[in-house]
């Protein structure tokens, strides 16, 4: 979609206001495609240590990361500035909610937040991994899925919920942080930690001896989507949805992903083969 295309949209986000869309207060409710062209912003939100997604300098306070990059990019083909919130993850739904900002990418559509807010599809997809002890020969889900495999997570996270799906067998230790998880695997108490391929190669970036990071075939994903206050409108996420969708096809994203790696001192090299995003 061009920038003729998106001023027809705000056209018609328009005469929808004007036919009724209104608030229980009876205020007329422009929808945030309106209002982002009416004010020339794009409001997004970040989190000050999110990196590699978000990263602020505590130097200048100035933004890096890679949805910073995807934002920026959204910004200038609408032709519009950009302010970033502060945000946590946590919060980063009530923004939302709050009509603090107009999007936040870097959610994954849960069942509970689906109840709540809008999502696109997917921004980029990122894999469940596991960083094993050395040596420790697994490759498949069917190798991990064994009752003398010793998997560790951080409890009711979207890891849980994979090693739970698909190596059930397992000893699983559910533990209340990725943290907690990672020192078990340190101190060997277990075999292996469940980590999207992000978080798993920031992690042994950090410490090389940790562990081998393995991507059990077949390969299964989670995704990263971005995240829309609930509105009657639906023409700003069907705008996003489509932006996305083009710029995943362009290569874009994927390649503002692999760069911003290397704030958490992951090159493209690092990847492991026939990885996806």
């Given at each position: 979609m061009d920038r003729?295309?998106?001023n027809k949209?705000?056209?018609f986000g328009a005469v929808a206001g004007a036919a009724g869309l209104y608030t229980g207060k009876g205020a007329l409710?422009?929808?945030s495609l309106e209002r982002i062209k009416a004010s020339g912003t794009l409001r997004i939100a970040a989190v000050a240590d999110g990196a590699p997604y978000y990263q602020k300098s505590v130097t200048?306070?100035?933004w890096r990361g890679f949805y910073i990059d995807i934002c920026k990019k959204l910004a200038d083909d609408l032709g519009v500035k950009m302010s970033i919130l502060e945000t946590t993850w946590g919060n980063s739904v009530l923004d939302l909610q709050a009509d603090k900002i107009d999007v936040f990418f870097g959610l994954n559509p849960t069942p509970e937040r689906q109840k709540v807010i809008d999502f696109s599809?997917?921004?980029f997809k990122n894999a469940f991994t596991m960083v094993t002890k050395k040596g420790l020969g697994a490759k498949s889900w069917s190798d991990f899925n064994k009752p003398e495999m010793r998997i560790a997570v951080d409890a009711g996270s979207s890891h849980d919920a994979a090693v739970t799906r698909l190596a059930p067998n397992a000893q699983i230790s559910r533990l209340k942080t990725a943290s907690d998880a990672t020192a078990a695997l340190q101190a060997g108490r277990v075999d292996a930690q469940c980590l999207v391929l992000i978080l798993s190669l920031s992690l042994r970036a950090k410490n090389a001896?940790?562990?081998?990071?393995v991507m059990p075939t077949p390969a299964d994903f989670t995704t990263s989507n971005a995240?829309?206050?609930?509105?009657?409108d639906q023409s700003w996420r069907e705008f996003v949805d489509g932006w996305i969708s083009r710029e995943r096809d362009s290569g874009f994203i994927k390649n503002a992903v692999v760069k911003n790696m290397e704030l958490v001192g992951v090159k493209e090299s690092?990847?492991?083969?026939?990885?996806e995003i």
């Open positions: 003729r295309e998106f949209l705000i056209g409710a422009a929808g200048d306070g100035s599809g997917p921004v001896a940790l562990g081998e990071i995240g829309f206050r609930r509105e009657a690092d990847f492991p083969p026939g990885f």
